[in-house]
């Protein structure tokens, strides 16, 4: 029987400003989840947060996109939206760009990662949540988890790794997808991914004839993006991300090293700005300069028959201090650029946020030079 991983999060409230969430609201999660469970809807769940985002973990064996799971997403979301309001939180219901669920939360406001497989020996599965930033950014580290050899030395010396993996790269802009090889297709796969604002990788699959079911994914990220959703500015992306770990995939360090680096990303104060992305244990998750440094935080899980079980804070390590360390350099350089790029987005880049109400003011005072 197969096991589905659902990562569903939404930012229904922050504490205060764009901070973090309440504690109040995860309560109201846990109750509304843990009835789900013991109805016999979910298998297990975990609650967490990162930054002001509200992260619902759960398993189960109703497969992706399943309405009955994504409803209770929404409907966990909407209470807490509730308890949001009446604690005055900023942006209540921020997320929530619908009125009533309608099948699935894609479209809806809420971003979405889930996978479907078949439970092995030992299953480690790794939930990445962001805060901050948009799906690209998990473009570099899901990249080097599967295509670096020098990040992943599995692709070298491991013959269940070493003949590479297939990647699905969305064009969210165009809305078009595509399916890629490594090794083989390793250049054109940058010439996509290295342009993250626009292409952006969602699922990354085993070579038929390997391991693994090659119709079974071992990776997977949100792609929601709420500026093309709401048709204006109403967020940033935060996106979350799925890897599953260990025998034919790459070990646990591999998944985790590609965040020894703190690689510049977009989002951070208004969704305007560049800046590193820093991984931080969940306590730690709290975005407060500038509305950052961006944040990751990552919980390991070992399933069991379904079952969750406690995770391990994976970035609560000093293991990680240096990155941490680069990436308070690294805010600090970005931020004495104030608002000049390369600390401001381009232009382009910035037509979903509040800048073009500035402009369109503008606009009517410039003249055609002779």
């Known amino acids: 029987m197969k096991t ?30 843990s009835l ?30 399943s309405s009955d799971i994504h409803e209770l997403a929404w409907n966990t979301f909407v209470a807490a939206t509730e308890v949001a309001k009446e604690l005055k939180l900023y942006g209540a219901g921020q997320d929530m760009l619908a009125d009533s669920f309608c099948g699935n939360v894609k479209g809806m406001g809420p971003g979405c990662a889930e996978m479907c497989f078949t439970e092995r020996k030992a299953e480690p599965v790794v939930a990445f949540m962001m805060d901050k930033t948009e799906p690209g950014a998990f473009n570099l580290p899901i990249y080097k988890m599967f295509a670096d050899p020098f990040n992943t030395s599995g692709l070298v010396i491991d013959p269940a790794a070493h003949a590479g993996f297939i990647f699905e790269i969305w064009d969210i802009l165009e809305h078009k997808k595509v399916f890629m090889s490594a090794p083989e297709e ?32 071992v990776a997977v990220i949100s792609t929601d993006k709420l500026y093309e959703i709401a048709g204006e500015y109403v967020g940033k992306d935060d996106p979350v991300a799925l890897v599953r770990a260990q025998s034919g995939l790459p070990a646990l360090g591999e998944v985790l090293e590609p965040f020894s680096f703190p690689h510049l990303v977009s ?3 208004r969704g305007s700005h560049n800046g590193p992305i820093m991984p931080v ?14 944040r990751v935080t990552a919980l390991g899980f ?13 970035f609560d390590d ?8 680069k990436a308070l350099d690294v805010a600090d350089y970005m931020r004495r650029h104030g608002p000049f790029e390369p600390h401001r987005l381009p232009l382009a880049d910035m037509e979903y946020t509040t800048l073009p109400k500035v402009m369109k003011d503008l ?5 055609k030079m002779e």
């Not at 789900?36 to 109703?62: P, Q, R, Y």
């Not at 796969?189 to 292409?199: E, T």
């Not at 606009?363 to 003249?367: A, D, I, P, T, Y």
Request: net charge negative; with cysteine; charged share 25%.
């Open 186 to 217: 390793m250049y054109s796969i940058l010439a996509l991914i290295g342009a993250k604002s626009r292409f952006v990788i969602k699922r990354v699959f085993p070579k038929p004839g390997g391991k693994l079911p090659a119709d079974e994914p």
């Open 36 to 65: 789900a469970k013991e109805a016999g809807l979910l298998t297990d769940f975990h609650v967490t947060n990162c930054g002001d985002d509200l992260e619902l973990i759960m398993s189960h064996d109703h497969g992706e996109n």
């Open 267 to 269: 989002g951070w104060m």
């Open 302 to 314: 070992q399933l069991a028959d379904g079952s969750l079980g406690d995770p391990v804070d994976l």
């Open 318 to 325: 000093i293991a990680f201090d240096g990155a941490r360390a």
């Open 4 to 33: 589905t991983v659902s990562l569903i999060k939404a930012d229904v409230g922050g504490w205060p400003g764009h901070m973090s969430v309440h504690p109040k609201i995860k309560e109201t999660a846990r109750e509304k989840l």
């Open 281 to 294: 244990a969940v306590k730690d998750a709290k975005c407060t300069r500038f509305d950052g440094p961006p």
């Open 363 to 367: 606009n009517e005072r410039f003249e």
